[in-house]
């Protein structure tokens, strides 16, 4: 959020109040046009994600569910109420927290392929997070196992 500020702050060609993404015509965004881009760029990477073994991203995802997912993981990592709050552009830290740290509860009821695919949206969520590395800490990179935060030795 702090990059989209200063873009916005520091633009030649736009006022600090303007808005950052802009359409052809010089203005907002709007949200069927938000929509539209997302449909393209996932079609756009498929094919490229399957070439990988990826799994294909679904063409019903939405900036909504992309916003759902993002408080989501960011709550099952741990990080606080007010980060995420602040992160997702909730005015009320305390919506976010209600709605979307169920996946906290999620993860426990699933087995087999789907949890395999929750824990490795969970070691991706953990990228960038402001805890400590394995090379900054000299130690290990903190995971959850079990539903519990645990080093990677288990600890």
Known sequence: MTELWTLAATSSITSPDDPVFIGKRGTAQTPANVSRRLKSAIAATNPKREGMGIAPLSERVTPHSLRRTFASLRYVVGDDPITVGEQGGWSDPSFPMKVYARA???????????????????????????????????????????GKRRSRAGN
């Open 104 to 146: 906290v509860k999620r993860r426990e009821k699933l087995d087999g392929a789907a949890l395999e695919q929750f824990d490795a949206a969970l070691q991706w969520a953990q990228i960038g997070t402001k805890r400590e590395t394995a090379s900054d800490a000299g130690g290990e990179i903190p995971q959850l196992v079990d």
